[in-house]
């Protein structure tokens, strides 16, 4: 197939969103550079001097899905009043990103072909991590943590991930349909984080 005239920067563009596309379609073992390539309709070389290998295309389409998680998570959280409800909202915003992105979530979280030294996926990893770090606010993850802190803190990300996981690998269905018809995956989410989860980083 030959290469289409892509403008400078838009062949990097257009390979990330056919490697999102054949993520979500195929699962990480149907990505290939190469398809990625002929997915965006480029020449097979083409690729390398954007990404070098399949780790680094893989590695920055990480990237794009962490930016794109810590803004879903920052859009769920914005007008709460308090810590608590910081954190719950970002936590909404964890699940529903995952469910609604599960081949991207499970690169992000799973991929073991990821180069987490590179800085564009160690940056954008470091700021979503960070929304959650802060209470769900859109400032700087406080810079020490107590252990009581980093406890709670560690079982509310646990809490979140794991449901994440759970409805991405279709387990909790034998759960939900037991519920009464008005109790949500929402309301799941609050009860599992708890009142009083968002202020783990600023109580004494």
Do not use: C
Request: glycine letters at 14%; charged letters at 25%; a neutral charge.
């Amino acid at each position: 197939m030959a290469e289409r005239p892509y403008h400078h920067g838009s062949l990097r563009q257009a390979m990330l969103e056919a490697a999102e596309r054949i993520l979500e379609r195929d699962g990480p073992a149907g990505l290939t550079l190469r398809g990625a390539a002929r997915e965006a309709g480029a020449s097979h070389a083409a690729p390398k001097n954007h990404f070098g290998d399949l780790s680094g295309l893989l590695s920055e389409l990480a990237a794009v899905g962490f930016g794109r998680f810590r803004e879903a998570m920052l859009a769920e959280a914005e007008g709460a009043a308090t810590p608590a409800e910081r954190m719950r909202a970002a936590g909404r915003g964890y699940v529903r990103f995952a469910r609604a992105n599960p081949g991207l979530f499970l690169l992000m979280f799973r991929g073991d072909r990821l180069d987490m030294q590179r800085p564009a996926l160690r940056n954008a990893a470091d700021e979503a991590i960070a929304v959650l770090a802060g209470g769900g606010g859109n400032g700087p993850a406080p810079a020490g943590l107590t252990l009581d802190q980093a406890a709670r803190m560690t079982g509310a990300w646990a809490g979140v991930h794991g449901l994440a996981m759970l409805l991405i690998d279709g387990r909790l269905e034998a759960i939900l349909k037991r519920l009464p018809e008005d109790i949500t995956e929402d309301d799941l989410l609050a009860r599992l984080l708890g009142p009083g989860t968002g202020a783990a980083l600023t109580d004494p």
